[in-house]
């Protein structure tokens, strides 16, 4: 045994000593079987006899030795090895030469330096043993191990932190709040020097630690955010199981007090003043009051309300999620004249609420707002507010429609005029007295031009014109009956020769421009000076009558048209009427009572006329129409004497007739069968309308002829008509005069109206 082993390594040295000679651990090597050895191999003896090998303890070392000489490890020893220093004992590997030495006679290995088994807990070595004369090796070269054995050198660590954790406030006695654990480096297989037990330096009063798990838990159940928010918590881990000696180490944990909603919010003050104008418009905002809350978070969002009716009817409050505040503004116009000031108690309660904390009180609290009224100078207000007034259409210029006041609501009580803003009367229907209001007609009324009138009326202080008030007025023309019924429109009918008595021919009706309240009513019967007794009138009573055939049989030969004048009377008051003609035409039918012709003569071409006659007289046609279309189309035509008249075969052909009214300037015209049928604001020509003349120069446009009746050979006008038919209805679309040379005055001149276009038939 190596020499100058002291204290506590001595001890232990010589108890290691003793186990392994109890023990009686050895190790051997030997040669066995094949493979394990090689021919010639000195451990290999003649007659297959297998020598004996190494023997040698097993080897510890004590770590952090502190003494001044090597320490004594262990010795390797052969069993061929008879002391007389013939074998050198050699080894390598792991710190071999450095931290340990071997003496090559005796076999025993010291450790020069000190070992830490936390850095490194055992080394490998090889040995040799070899003829110191040959060098040759005596055994087969052995591995072993050297292992450190540990003593308790090493303190706990928390090697997780810093440990940050967190508890609800008011929460009960034993609340876990996190757990923290410790390191130990030394061997914790051997001995208690890894064995680490909790315990709390600082923060008892309020928190206390599992000595075996370390987890940290509430002390107390009053822990309260708002009084302090966080704790600074030292936990101490000791190893030796916290036995006397045993070493410790230590963190601080930061224990964070999280908020509870457990504080109701509290108005600062029981009174808040505010003032605005009272002209401030809604929803204005007149100012903003904030309820505290010591609670953090969520937990001081905030709902506020109007408690009061008063307040609840003038004010609204409405919460800035932003900032938690009240925001009061006007929901109904004030009236410094009506009440000066008003009274308002808010409301401000929690919009989380905690049911564990429901015991603690009220979590809402109330104030009250003082709004004040600033009186400013206001412009008349109409009263009252109505916005219709009616009038006959009837009533003389000058006649009072209605009044309207307004009146100022200011505490002055300046007195007001009136004016009618004439950019809603531009033509001066109405005017208005300035002192009084009083609205009067200004100009005859027609209600079937213009059955009501919105007019905007203006209310301003006389002495002060900038504070001006409007208010829109709908004035409704009551009708009177002035219109005379007419023929819905100029009716013509056909009637078989063969007709027999009592047949319909026609169904007519009226049109009346006046709306009387009770509905119209029309009555019906053939005008005095309807002479014949060929047709009957019915009156059907739904404002409809018919026409019936009266005799047997008409011949076109005698008389191919019939005009019978039929009176139509309204009920009034007071009853106007009206006559108006239908047309009745005498045709030929077949059996069945299908119209075939309603001509008087029949032009028929000869058939003796000879192909070139044919030809000449289609060129003749062809050349008029060609010259006429191209004098339309260049608009260069000037009309001398009557318009060109081309017959057609095509019952189709545009028929017009012109009227000679001296200094009438309209012109009535109508088509015949089969053509476009026209109604619009033209008169029926009178007694003295001329013959008729018929022109058609291309689908579309319609050349009337007309000319006036001045006291010389007056000029004629031409006027294209041009009609766009598709879609039915349409309407004139231009009309194109050609007026050539004035001789004695103005040439006639078509009316710029309105015509509406009905298909055929």
């Known amino acids: 045994m190596a020499k100058g082993l002291q204290g506590f390594s001595w001890t232990m040295l010589l108890l290691f000593c003793a186990i392994q000679e109890l023990g009686a ?164 297989t051997y001995g208690s020097s890894a064995r680490v037990v909790y315990s709390v330096l600082e923060g008892e009063q309020h928190f206390t630690v599992d000595s075996k798990t370390g987890v940290i838990r509430t002390a107390v159940a009053d822990l309260d955010r708002e009084t302090q928010d966080r704790y600074e918590v030292v936990i101490r881990a000791t190893d030796m199981a916290g036995q006397l000696g045993g070493l410790s180490g230590s963190t601080t944990v930061t224990i964070v007090v999280t908020d509870v909603n457990d504080n109701p919010p509290r108005f600062p003050q029981k009174m808040y003043q505010f003032s605005i104008v009272e002209t401030a418009p809604v929803g204005t905002a007149i100012g903003r009051v904030k309820a505290e809350d010591s609670d953090v978070g969520e937990n001081t969002d905030m709902m506020y309300q109007v408690k009061d009716e008063e307040g609840v009817e003038m004010f609204k409050v409405t919460t800035d999620s932003n900032t938690q505040e009240a925001v009061i503004t006007v929901q109904k116009p004030l009236d410094y004249e009506s009440k000066k000031v008003h009274t308002v108690v ?150 078989c020769e063969d007709a027999k008595p009592g047949q319909l021919i026609q169904t007519i009706s009226v049109v009346d421009r006046d709306e009387p309240q009770s509905g119209h009513r029309f009555y019906f019967t053939l005008a005095p000076e309807a002479t014949n007794n060929h047709f009957s009138l019915l009156d059907i ?87 006429d279309l191209t004098a339309e189309r260049g608009r260069t035509r000037l009309c001398h004497g009557a318009c060109p008249r081309l017959l057609l075969p095509s019952a189709a052909a545009a028929c017009c007739r012109h009227v000679r009214p001296h200094g009438s300037r309209s012109l009535a015209f109508a088509l015949g069968p089969g053509a476009a049928r026209f109604s619009g604001s033209l008169w029926s020509p009178p007694k003295e309308a001329a013959g008729t003349h018929c022109w058609h120069p291309r689908p579309g446009v319609l050349l009337i002829h007309c000319d ?52 055929p038939g």
């Open 25 to 188: 651990w050895a190790m051997h090597t030997a040669v066995e079987g094949p493979g394990l050895g090689q021919p010639g191999d000195p451990a290999l003896l003649a007659g297959g006899r297998v020598k004996r090998g190494w023997v040698w303890n097993q080897f510890f070392v004590v770590e952090e030795y502190t003494g001044t000489e090597p320490l004594y490890v262990g010795k390797i020893h052969s069993d061929s090895d008879e002391g007389d220093g013939s074998i050198k004992y050699t080894i390598s590997g792991e710190g071999a030469g450095t931290i340990f030495l071997i003496d090559e006679i005796t076999g025993d290995i010291h450790a020069t330096e000190r070992l830490d088994r936390e850095q490194k807990t055992f080394y490998t070595l090889r040995a040799q043993a070899r003829d110191r004369q040959t060098d040759q090796l005596l055994e087969p070269e052995s591995e072993f191990i050297i292992k450190v054995q540990d003593i308790n050198d090493s303190e706990p660590r928390f090697l997780e932190g810093p440990y940050i954790g967190s508890v609800a406030e008011l929460s009960p006695i034993g609340t876990s709040v996190m757990q923290v654990m410790a390191s130990d480096a030394d061997d914790p």
């Open 346 to 495: 808010v409301e401000a309660l929690n919009k989380f609420v905690d049911p564990r904390f429901v015991d603690l009180g009220t979590f809402r609290d109330q104030t009250i707002v003082r709004v004040s009224v600033l009186d400013v100078d206001e412009p008349p207000e109409f009263r009252p507010p109505s916005n219709l007034m009616e009038v006959q259409e009837d009533a003389h210029v000058g006649s009072v429609v209605g009044v309207v006041t307004a009146l100022d609501p200011d505490t002055a009580n300046h007195p007001v005029r009136y004016a009618i803003d004439r950019s809603t009367d531009a033509e001066r229907i109405f005017d208005i007295d300035a002192n009084t209001g009083a609205i009067v007609t200004g100009k005859v009324l027609d209600r079937e031009a213009a059955g009501w009138h919105n007019i905007t009326v203006l209310a301003m202080e006389a002495d002060n014109h900038s504070q001006v008030s409007r208010a829109s007025l709908r004035i409704r023309i009551l009708d009177v009956n002035d219109n005379p019924p007419e023929l819905a429109t100029p009716y013509e009918a056909a009637v």
């Open 541 to 627: 009573k739904d404002n409809t009558a018919a026409v019936h055939t009266q005799r047997m049989g008409f011949n076109r030969q005698e008389q191919d048209v019939y005009l019978l004048p039929i009176l139509v009377v309204d009920s009034g008051p007071p009853a106007l009427s009206s006559t108006g003609t239908l047309t009745i035409r005498v045709c030929g039918c077949d059996s069945n009572g299908a119209i075939q012709s309603c001509n008087s003569t029949a032009y028929v071409v000869s058939a003796t006329l000879s192909p070139g006659a044919l030809i000449a007289l289609l060129v003749c046609v062809l050349i008029l129409v060609v010259r």
């Open 708 to 759: 006036d009746a001045g006291e010389a050979a007056g000029p004629t006008g031409c006027f294209t008509l041009a009609l766009e038919c598709r879609p039915w209805p349409c309407r004139l679309r231009q009309v194109m005069p050609r007026i050539p040379e004035q001789e004695n005055g103005e040439s006639p001149l078509f009316p710029q109206e309105r015509v509406r276009v009905f298909p």
